[in-house]
């Protein structure tokens, strides 16, 4: 039983190493990609780290392509993102969660289907909406747009956990003096902040590496977003693969030291969410 038992361990802790492997591995990469001399990049065999690392790709990264302005613009629309995408998931979570009304199974059922279309189908409809409306290469157009497809995942969300808070609270705050706002605003939000901080980083980590959209709606090259951006890398005559990887490298880190610094309260949300109310 013992020998079992530590078969077993032993199994799952080389199943888990070999997850966490495979998952960083193309990051890894990229990464040493980026540092290594261009007469390094195509060595055979594959050298899996460099003694002679350089940065001059980063330099050349920079030098290329506006890529400042490529962060700017994409921390413009996921932030535009973010903020449409958390007051109407909260505006529809809460009533869904909260309230009984004729027709709540229908918004919500209307709400999810809507992450059921593939993206590729809604781009001529969106870019008529936006072009007969004057948001086509605006950050507002395209904000809008990121947000109608991250919404239901954080309708999704919310609504799972406002069904967790007990209705007791709500009710004592009514008691007290609040309004239906205020009581929301006090009670429910503070209660909801693990939930509220992963959808915030799910959202923001979508809209800044979504392309489709981006590369559909945004046509002029000073508004081109971060993934926009490095695709117009590629030279004349050459592809420059360590120049992209280094691009790459700086468009992810910044993502995965968010989601490393926000660790916590995202496993908190998730779990949250996952609970059946």
């Not at 109407?88 to 869904?96: E, Q, S």
């Not at 956990?161 to 004592?172: G, I, N, R, T």
Request: with cysteine; glycine share 4%.
């Amino acid at each position: 039983m013992t020998r079992y038992l530590f078969a077993k361990k032993l199994l799952f802790f080389i199943t888990i190493v070999a997850l966490v492997i495979l998952s960083f591995f193309p990051l890894y990469w990229l990464f040493i990609s980026s540092l290594k001399p261009a007469d390094q990049l195509f060595s055979m065999p594959p050298k899996l780290f460099t003694l002679t690392p350089t940065l001059k790709h980063y330099v050349a990264a920079f030098k290329t392509q506006p890529l400042a302005l490529y962060y700017w613009n994409s921390t413009v629309v996921a932030s535009i993102t973010l903020v449409i995408t958390l007051i109407f998931g909260c505006m529809i979570a809460y009533p869904v969660a909260r309230l009984q009304f004729r027709g709540k199974s229908a918004v919500l059922m209307l709400v999810v289907a809507t992450s059921m279309f593939p993206a590729m189908t809604m781009v001529l409809p969106i870019f008529s909406a936006l072009r007969d409306i004057g948001l086509l290469n605006s950050f507002i157009g395209l904000g809008v747009t990121h947000a109608a497809f991250s919404l239901p995942m954080v309708v999704w969300l919310l609504s799972a956990l406002f069904k967790e808070v007990p209705m007791e609270l709500e009710d004592a705050a009514l008691i007290d003096g609040y309004n239906r706002l205020q009581a929301f605003l006090n009670i429910m939000l503070p209660l909801a902040a693990p939930a509220m901080a992963t959808a915030a980083i799910l959202v923001f980590v979508n809209s800044w590496n979504e392309f489709l959209f981006s590369f559909t709606l945004m046509s002029e090259a000073g508004k081109r977003t971060l993934p926009v951006g490095i695709m117009m890398f590629p030279g004349e005559y050459e592809f420059p693969w360590a120049t992209i990887s280094a691009a790459i490298v700086v468009s992810v880190v910044p993502l995965v030291l968010v989601i490393l610094f926000f660790q916590k309260q995202v496993v908190q949300g998730l779990t949250n969410g996952a609970v059946k109310g």
